[in-house]
């Protein structure tokens, strides 16, 4: 499970959510992984070993630079867990329905 909270920390922040739907894109530098934003290397260095610490992203060694890549299995892990509540929210909105049914009948009955 600590793993997990780790994921479900690293995409806490909305930077680190858009480093994630760039990588779904493809491989990237740091350089390029900054332009986007305004902020410093460092701060997106920092991001990314949240994004590393939790296994949501790896550095390769090509040539002289060090790619970033996206590492799926961690989302899919969250996306799992949170599937887990799926029949939770379903039955929730099914009761929502019945009730939303309930009014819009007693309100026509008036």
Known sequence: ?????????AL??????????RLA???ATVNELV????LSQP?????LKVLERAGLVSRGRAAQFRPVRLEPA????????I????RFWEASFDRLDEYVR??????DGE
């Open 43 to 47: 701060a997106i260095s920092k991001h």
């Open 74 to 81: 961690p989302l899919a892990e969250a996306a799992q867990w």
């Open 25 to 27: 894109s493809g491989e």
């Open 83 to 86: 599937g887990g509540y799926r």
């Open 35 to 38: 332009e986007p934003f305004a």
């Open 12 to 21: 806490a922040d909305p930077t680190r959510r858009a480093i994630l739907a």
């Open 102 to 107: 309930e009014l819009k009948e007693r309100h």
């Open 1 to 9: 499970m600590v793993q997990l909270d780790h994921v479900f920390q």
